[in-house]
């Protein structure tokens, strides 16, 4: 179903699409897979570099909300009576610090408006309709491409060969897959630094249930299956790369702060070169002794002698 008052988004995206594909096509065969498979994962990685701000905004509040756990812990203990109270005060607390618990959700509406133009977009091709600024040329290149032998714009049910129900539908599994993993290495960061939050158990759940996705993911055209699994791929891989920079607070038993040294990243840890051999050690120098002369008697000092 087409949103009349996106038509602008769904041109831009098409436009999108139309510039990636020719630049592709100038070394490649338009009509290739491969030419259609990197149009799609470059438009993901460049939908995903311009809400890297978003994401950027979300992990800082995240990481501000972690710096509060304790803070947190304490409302909560003081007015466990009162929940609505302690509501009122744990959201005054993160709203004088500048944090926002809603701030999480900023890169996956960001992302929903480039996800139903994707679909829409695709879905005009399967029908074979030039709509949103497309040529017919465009629309005949993107339905002859095959992805391992499925066509691009071809959902699960309406595949119409066996091998090609199964390249779609492994494509589904690693979207699923994907979508587990992303939803886990969030939570699990979660609900370690707050273990006491009274959602962690909504939250874990949400983290088995997302992989049903794939179900409805049976329904969408396989262009738009590897551009989710692409956006899955970079959001666990800008996660890992926020988290081992900046590792969870430690807290001592007065709930003050100690720092915590960061994880050298993988580029780091490649360009540490093998450890040089270390030269022995030179031999020790020889002690000297100073030689303190004997103490003479006094009558050797004066020079006199027995008689």
Not at 94 to 123: D, E, H, K, W
Not at 249 to 275: E, M, W, Y
Request: hydrophobic share 40%; proline share 8%; glycine share 4%.
């Amino acid at each position: 179903m087409e949103l009349s008052w996106l038509n602008w988004l769904y041109t831009a995206v098409a436009q999108v699409i139309t510039w990636i594909h020719q630049a592709y096509s100038t070394v490649l065969d338009p009509n290739s897979g491969l030419t259609w498979a990197l149009t799609i994962i470059t438009l993901t990685i460049c939908m995903r570099i311009l809400i890297f701000p978003l994401f950027l905004k979300q992990m800082r509040s995240s990481r501000k909300m972690q710096e509060l756990a304790p803070k947190v812990q304490e409302l909560r203990k003081r007015y466990k009576d009162d929940k609505q109270r302690m509501n009122q005060e744990v959201m005054a607390l993160y709203q004088g610090a500048g944090a926002n618990p809603l701030g999480g959700c900023l890169p996956v509406v960001a992302q929903f408006p480039i996800f139903i133009s994707m679909f829409t977009v695709l879905r005009a091709i399967a029908a074979d309709q030039p709509k949103f600024g497309m040529t017919q040329e465009l629309v005949d290149s993107a339905k002859q491409a095959l992805i391992l032998g499925a066509p691009l714009p071809a959902t699960f049910f309406e595949a119409a060969h066996v091998g090609e129900k199964i390249v779609i539908g492994i494509f589904v599994a690693i979207s699923s897959g994907t979508t587990f993993l992303t939803v886990r290495q969030s939570v699990t960061r979660s609900m370690a630094q707050m273990p006491d939050n009274p959602m962690a158990q909504q939250q874990k759940i949400l983290m088995y249930i997302s992989p049903l996705f794939a179900f409805f993911s049976l329904n969408f055209p396989l262009g738009l299956i590897m551009y989710w699994v692409t956006t899955n791929l970079w959001t666990l891989g800008q996660q890992h790369w926020f988290y081992s920079r900046h590792p969870m607070p430690q807290f001592d038993a007065k709930g003050n702060q100690i720092p915590v040294q960061s994880k050298p990243g993988l580029i780091n840890k490649l360009r540490k070169t093998a450890p040089e051999e270390q030269a022995p050690p030179p031999p020790p120098e020889p002690k000297i002794v100073r030689q303190q002369p004997s103490r003479q008697s006094r009558s050797k000092r004066t020079g006199s002698k027995k008689s």
